[in-house]
């Protein structure tokens, strides 16, 4: 069973911080929106019930997209750290590896080496599908899903209850979308394994991340906004 302790935060101490505090009550926000994605990930996988089944396959890929947009986000806040010497010597003060993980995260950000793949598979993600319903994108999805796929037929379920309802149509139209006209996957038998793969892609990121804001954000506290 997983230990927890209660800190208490002075959050006038935090607000007397400036840009430094408000770097780390942003990340704060950051962590707890990604781990409550992440939770509604893993009720959506463990869920087995019948009556859910047609909603399970869409929502299980709105809270990837989900993640993978606050990811975006958050890392954009990571890299605000580098302008404060005072976060960088704190980083120094962490236990180990919390450096490393920082490290590994500004790879990701503006300039690093893995810049490009980030871009790819989490940036796009974020600025065509998940906050935007981007227009000539989902029309190339829904216009490739067509020809290929002709007259099949597609599902929606109606139900009384409009949290049972689902349009599955939509769905498909997203993973066309994500799959093949986001991150390039080509259509054939393989390209749900690629998919995971990319997904894995951003879940290692999601792991770094939380496990360098929160050693980062509890010894703060401990140094600076401590009641």
């Known amino acids: 069973m997983a230990r927890t302790r209660t800190l208490l935060v002075n959050i006038r101490k935090l607000d007397r911080q400036g840009g430094v505090g408000l770097i780390v009550l942003r ?10 994605a992440n939770q509604a990930l893993g009720a959506c996988l463990e869920d087995k019930c019948e009556k859910t089944a047609c909603i399970r396959r869409g929502a299980t890929m709105y809270f ?5 947009a606050h990811l975006h986000e958050a890392l954009k806040i990571v890299a605000e750290i580098r302008g404060y010497q005072s976060l960088l010597g704190l980083i120094d003060d962490c236990p180990g590896g919390t450096s490393d993980r920082f490290a590994q995260l ?10 490009g793949d980030f871009k790819k598979y989490v940036k796009l993600v974020r600025d065509k599908v998940t906050f935007h319903y981007d227009r000539e ?3 190339a999805a829904l216009s490739d899903r067509a020809r290929r796929r002709g007259d099949a037929p597609h599902l929606m379920t109606v139900a009384d209850d409009i949290r049972r309802a689902r349009f599955q149509v ?4 997203v993973d066309t979308l994500v799959c093949h006209h986001v991150w390039g996957i080509a259509p054939g038998a393989d390209t749900h394994i690629e998919a995971d793969r990319i997904a894995n ?3 290692r990121i999601y792991k770094i991340f939380l496990e360098f804001a929160s050693t ?12």
């Open 27 to 36: 990340l704060m926000m950051a962590c707890n929106d990604l781990t409550t």
């Open 201 to 203: 892609f951003g879940f």
């Open 137 to 139: 994108k989902i029309q």
């Open 216 to 227: 980062f954000i509890e010894r703060y506290v401990e140094k600076n906004a401590a009641s």
């Open 64 to 68: 990837v997209r989900l993640q993978m």
């Open 170 to 173: 939509a769905d498909d139209a």
């Open 106 to 115: 500004l790879s990701f950000a503006d300039g690093g080496a893995l810049r």
